[in-house]
T-cell receptor
Framework: AQKITQTQPGMFVQEKEAVTLDCTYD???????LFWYKQPSSGEMIFLIY??????QNATEGRYSLNFQKARKSANLVISASQLGDSAMYFC???????????FGTGTRLQVFP | DAGVTQSPTHLIKTRGQQVTLRCSPK?????VSWYQQALGQGPQFIFQ???????QRGNFPDRFSGHQFPNYSSELNVNALLLGDSALYLC???????????????FGEGSWLTVV
């Protein structure tokens, strides 16, 4: 069965610093997709970045980049130059093959302080 | 281009009652998935609708049912509400192809359901 593991319940980072949020996954499929979402206290799940298993380069979206290490089955999110508005829950998720069903991790609460 | 919209945003129901939540997918998307997110947890997949049929279902009882309309919008119905049904209900829209060409999955703002 597919599984996502996020081992950091909470992380603190100072404004303007970079932070890495960890995500490991387990799947027997060769083809899969990995997502990161941000969830503020309002509840909306905001798409941040996507990485396909066959993508040769790590995905980047503005201040977000995904450190994809396929052999280690890890897909860590790197946020550069943290901002106070980055304080939120962050979820890593994997799409099941041939469907759009997402399997989520338990999330990491990021707090950015001045 | 409107994103995923959900209604209502907040509602309070009594145990035993029934509730209907609504979702309109992002323009161009034909697949709608529903998730339940209990406090402090990650979202759990309830079911997915494509071409007006339930295509896949998670581990939820039959009290949870849904529907998809020809315009791709969807409803989630929960009967005989229990206190444990209190959660954030999220709707996700996508192209439903499950391919790996960057088919992004977008979520709405969610519906907060409180059962008292």
């Amino acid at each position: 069965a597919q599984k996502i593991t996020q081992t950091q319940p909470g992380m603190f980072v100072q404004e303007k610093e970079a932070v890495t949020l960890d995500c490991t996954y387990d799947t027997s499929d060769q083809s899969y997709g990995l997502f990161w979402y941000k969830q503020p206290s309002s509840g909306e799940m905001i798409f941040l970045i996507y990485q396909g298993s066959y993508d040769e380069q790590n995905a980047t979206e503005g201040r977000y980049s995904l450190n994809f290490q396929k052999a280690r089955k890890s897909a860590n999110l790197v946020i550069s130059a943290s901002q106070l508005g980055d304080s939120a829950m962050y979820f890593c998720a994997m799409r099941e093959r041939f469907t759009d069903k997402l399997i989520f991790g338990t999330g990491t609460r990021l707090q950015v302080f001045p | 281009d409107a994103g995923v919209t959900q209604s209502p945003t907040h509602l309070i129901k009594t145990r035993g009652q029934q509730v209907t939540l609504r979702c309109s997918p992002k323009s161009g998307h034909d697949t709608v998935s529903w998730y339940q997110q209990a406090l402090g947890q990650g979202p759990q997949f309830i079911f997915q609708y494509y071409e007006e049929e339930e295509r896949q279902r998670g581990n939820f009882p039959d009290r949870f049912s849904g529907h998809q309309f020809p315009n791709y919008s969807s409803e989630l119905n929960v009967n005989a509400l229990l206190l444990g049904d209190s959660a954030l209900y999220l709707c996700a829209s996508s192209l439903g192809r499950g391919d790996l060409s960057g088919n992004t999955i977008y979520f709405g703002e969610g519906s907060w359901l409180t059962v008292v």
